[in-house]
């Protein structure tokens, strides 16, 4: 457990206070959790206070560009196995995000962190954690974030002085070669399905082989290091060779590889991974993502999808054809504005489906569904495309605000 500090000083306190107001002013104004605002004024307060509010804590930062606000959610119900935790459940994962959550935590024993990959190295310098849990770089909001070699580099640099174990997917060369600069690394065996980011040598530029599970570069000689901890199916092989079964309540292999980085990343903590991985079991649903919601006579399942990767990763757990599907695309400034990533997801694996089409971008992304040959109907509203679906049950994917103005409108 990290050491007990001294009691906040009079300005973080002050600050904290400010932050709180400022976030349930932002609340009554319906403006959502009020955490980014609130963490914002805290900080202007006292611009040490991200440093001040994480010292007693063991901070766990997890970062990717999918699966970590699922994977904290998993990692931060197996810690509770040892102590009280403060987490930032809901996603606000930017220092302001991470500020507001910690001023909670003042009993705390661990602070378990969803980081923004592009404030991962800030962050990590300002909380000092005893754990960096890294899980894919893939292309994201292509008209800000930086390329991913690049956010690769980044995290190397920002890690190779840290003291911090890294937990790192072995199947993702990206993040083998930002994890190996680190002193301590625990690989795992998490998988990579989409791989159109990193066929390319992150070491020298070198074009990759990918025989069979592997992978590495004939020219440097950069490869897959070996794991100790390795999704097999159903199962979490930890480093002894046991087998320990995943039986979560969220779908999907993704999930099972989320909640292989969580138990590796849990026994850090002396949390053994049949605990680790019973306690996850009761998570059902991560900031509403998965949940499934009766609206219209239907019942709607809500899907988070924000880059070709997890579109990928989606349609793998849509019910077969012919379920109907309802898809959402916004360009608002927190999803980046830039729709051409549109063009990189396979909408062909769709074939089948009933497909309606909705959201701000619904003409960019009914443009895509042409030439991808999928049939498809074009609506204004979430009502007016479920009017057109038979009852039942609805798959319906949205990237990040799109996902939102669907929970508004659901009651979720």
Request: hydrophobic share 45%.
């Amino acid at each position: 457990m990290a050491e007990s500090t001294q009691p906040l000083s009079a300005r973080a306190r002050l600050a904290v206070t400010a932050g709180k107001a400022a976030a349930a002013v932002s609340r009554a104004a319906g403006r959502g959790s009020g955490s980014v605002i609130g963490g914002r004024v805290a900080l202007k307060l006292d611009p040490e206070l991200l440093s001040r509010l994480a010292a007693h804590l063991d901070v766990v930062l997890v970062s990717a560009t999918n699966g970590k606000t699922t994977t904290t959610r998993l990692l931060a119900e197996a810690l509770r196995a040892g102590g009280e935790v403060v987490s930032n459940a809901l996603g606000a994962n930017m220092p302001a995000g991470i500020t507001s959550a910690l001023s909670s935590g003042a009993q705390a024993r661990y602070g378990v962190l969803e980081v923004d990959e592009k404030y991962l190295t800030s962050v990590a310098a300002a909380v000092s954690p005893k754990a960096v849990a890294l899980l894919n770089l893939s292309r994201d909001q292509l008209d800000r974030a930086a390329e991913t070699r690049m956010l690769a580099e980044r995290w190397r640099e920002g890690l190779k002085d840290s003291k911090a174990t890294v937990v790192a997917n072995a199947d993702d060369p990206l993040v083998v070669w930002a994890a190996s600069s680190a002193t301590a690394v625990v690989w795992v065996a998490a998988g990579q399905e989409w791989k159109d980011d990193a066929w390319s040598c992150p070491a020298c530029g070198g074009v990759l082989q990918r025989p069979g599970d592997s992978w590495g570069c004939g020219s440097c000689g950069f490869s897959r290091p070996t794991p100790t901890w390795v999704l097999s199916g159903d199962a979490v092989l930890d480093p002894h060779g046991s087998a320990w079964p995943i039986h979560l309540q969220l779908p999907g292999r993704a999930n099972k590889a989320n909640a292989t980085t969580a138990a590796a990343t849990a026994a850090l903590f002396g949390v053994p991974p049949g605990l680790a991985l019973q306690r996850m079991q009761a998570v059902t649903a991560v900031a509403g993502r998965y949940d499934v919601v009766s609206h219209q006579g239907r019942e709607i399942r809500l899907l988070l999808a924000k880059n070709p990767a997890g579109w990928l990763e989606t349609f793998s757990l849509i019910d077969p054809p012919p379920a109907p599907v309802i898809l959402s695309v916004n360009a608002r400034s927190a999803d980046g504005t830039d729709t051409s990533w549109l063009w990189d997801v396979d909408y062909t694996r769709l074939a089948g489906h009933p497909v309606a089409v909705i959201g701000d971008r619904r003409l960019d992304l009914a443009v895509r569904l042409e030439v991808a040959g999928v049939d498809f109907r074009v609506f204004d509203t979430l009502p007016q495309a479920l009017q057109a679906c038979p009852p039942g049950r609805v798959e319906a994917i949205a990237n990040y605000t799109a996902f939102q103005d669907l929970r508004r409108t659901v009651g979720n």
